[in-house]
């Protein structure tokens, strides 16, 4: 019996819900059965009623009530506890650096996202010289394919229509031969995250970036 109510309590919250509710009707019916009981002891300990006598009504839900919150203590009790990790050193350790991590590449996630989300380029659009130099020297530079990206040579960087997804847009490297090359911020910041935090880059890129294109 004792191993079926565990088993019921620690199933799902619809079940405990269940549990619950006949606890309180069996807690009712328990102090009902005392309550006639203690009525019938005093009705024969006192003799015959008088007619103008009338039995007190029912007082039943302070003692259910009292049962019913044992009940739900019991209930709470067997609910497992929430650890959230705090107590760990290794993982304090981890939630200041990823806030760290998070801090550190907030300023050009930012602005990566105005220029391709925003209006403030059109498709084809030459980036302003400031938004340039940060993307170049930001991104760019950490990207694991620059070399190849720039080619012969970097005349400028636009934002336009991903040349596959139409629906998204991406930046581009303009070569000094007037060839365009697409390439992904979010691989410049995983290859930047790994160069510079290399014991946390996986988990901090699995939890915030799972995926990127070239």
Known sequence: MAASFLLVARSSPLNRCLLLRHLRLFAQEDVVRAH???CCATAMAAGP?????KLSPLSSTVGADSLTSTAEKMLESMEPR????MDDPDYRKWKDKEEEIS??????V???KEILHSK???DGEHLSIEDERAVVEKLLAYHPHSEDKIGCGLDSIIVDRHPQFRQSRCLFVVRTDGLWIDFSYQK???SYIRLKYP???ERFIQEHYKRGSG
């Open 36 to 38: 006639h009981r203690y």
């Open 49 to 53: 009623a008088k007619p103008e006598e």
């Open 82 to 85: 929430k650890d959230n990790g």
């Open 103 to 108: 801090r550190d590449i907030e300023p050009i």
């Open 110 to 112: 930012t602005l990566a």
């Open 120 to 122: 403030k380029y059109l």
């Open 188 to 190: 410049c910041l995983r």
């Open 199 to 201: 014991s946390y880059a």
